[in-house]
């Protein structure tokens, strides 16, 4: 099983950026954080950062047939990009949207979401810890698609 995080524009400027709102830990010291929690539960994850739109529905697409779930924080091109939902809608994949602050609480344009509408689930507003509950909600979607698997297998056995 694998999961494939994807981070959207300003991401790479964790530890750097708006500390207040989106703390201080860096996107590499994240990455490594939630690697071990997939290692520990014996699922593969890849991780990718792209400050571009068009790299980002690049990125979806290459997931399909490759990965289970994806991890995806598409920062401020959620609220703009009809592109990055329409990849997501293409590729069929169980994609949960992250955000580390809680947008709903922030500037009126922020709060207008173009993809949660095709995502598996959200979550927000954690800080950073926001990917760790992404973690376990992905870990628990392979799982049930591993069960569903096993359970046609010995069904057309
Ligand atoms: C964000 C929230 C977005 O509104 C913002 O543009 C970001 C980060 C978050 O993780 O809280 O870049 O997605």
């Not at 809680?102 to 926001?130: D, K, M, Q, Y």
């Amino acid at each position: 099983m694998k999961i494939t995080v994807i981070q959207g524009p300003n991401l790479n400027m964790l530890g750097i950026r708006e500390r207040s709102i989106y703390g201080a830990i860096t996107l590499e010291a994240l990455h490594e954080g939630l690697k071990k929690i997939a290692e520990q539960n014996g699922i593969e994850v890849e991780f990718h950062q792209s400050n571009l739109e068009g790299e980002i529905v690049d990125r979806i697409q290459e997931s399909y047939g490759e990965s289970d779930v994806i991890i995806l924080n598409a920062a401020a091109y959620t609220h703009t990009s009809i592109a990055i939902r329409d990849a997501i809608s293409a590729v069929n994949i169980p994609t949960i949207e992250v955000h580390i602050s809680n947008t709903a609480r922030r500037e009126e344009f922020r709060h207008t979401s173009l993809i949660s509408a095709v995502c598996a689930g959200i979550i927000t507003g954690f800080g950073p810890f926001t990917y760790h509950l992404a973690m376990l909600a992905a870990i628990q979607i392979c799982n049930e698609i591993a069960a569903q698997k096993a359970a046609q297998n010995s069904q057309n056995a």
